[in-house]
């Protein structure tokens, strides 16, 4: 399990998979200097509830991965996170959507592969 690393201190678990999709939508909006909420449903041994936290160019962000190779990307499921990161609630992690292996990428090829 990889971990996105907040601010410098907060710690927040997610698998790899999952991390290589966020880091993609949240670079776009950050590029953009944009801020926004990036909100998500906590793991039951933590409450079952969730979490929401405001993402801004001005506040550090690490993306840590457990393996060492990257991901193959979703791209049904980036477009859906991306949409999601431009509503007035922020970006919403969802399941992952589409047909695995259809529409996936390498996360290290070009755009347009």
């Known amino acids: 399990m990889g971990k996105l690393v907040y601010g410098g201190s907060t710690e927040i678990g997610f698998e790899d998979r999952v991390l290589a999709h966020l880091q993609i939508v949240v670079g776009l909006k950050l590029r953009r200097k944009e801020g926004f909420f990036f909100s998500w ?15 801004d160019p001005a506040i550090p962000l690490l993306f840590r991965y457990s393996g060492g190779r990257p991901p193959m990307i979703n791209k049904k499921w980036l ?7 431009n ?27």
């Open 79 to 85: 477009e859906a996170l991306t949409l999601s990161s």
């Open 41 to 55: 449903r906590d793991e039951q041994g933590v409450g079952d509830g969730r979490s929401a936290i405001w993402v």
């Open 87 to 113: 509503s007035a609630q922020g970006l919403q992690l969802t399941e992952e959507i589409g047909a695995l292996g259809a529409d996936e990428v390498n996360a290290d090829s070009p755009p347009g592969r």
